[in-house]
């Protein structure tokens, strides 16, 4: 879920750059936008890779990032009570898998 949350986070900020981005969110600044997505793309495809060997890790991180662009075009046009909602499931799941390794 780290490495999804990563990819996720990578995909907003790629989009968040596009002229088909909605206007009711909140957008970033463009040089710090592509290199902190770049970063947190490659750290979550990293951590794909370390967790299920090379293929299998590359595979999954190909099919998470194509579910992450899909995801966050779909809340961003939707609506803005939409895609927080999404944010707040998001981060609700990655509170959880960090608790369960705190335990």
Not at 28 to 46: K, M
Not at 69 to 85: K, P
Request: aromatic share 16%.
């Amino acid at each position: 879920m780290i490495a999804f949350y990563l990819i996720l986070i990578s995909a907003y900020l790629f989009y968040s750059r596009s002229k088909y981005f909605p206007q009711n969110l909140p957008k970033t600044s463009e040089t710090v936008a592509t290199w902190i997505a770049t970063v947190l793309l490659v750290t979550g495809t990293a951590l794909f890779v370390r967790s299920d060997d090379w293929a299998g890790g590359l595979i999954i991180a190909l099919a998470a990032c194509s579910l992450a662009m899909t995801l966050v075009q779909l809340f961003a046009v939707v609506g803005r009570i939409y895609f927080y909602g999404f944010t707040a499931i998001i981060h609700g799941l990655l509170f959880i898998e960090l608790l369960s390794y705190a335990s």
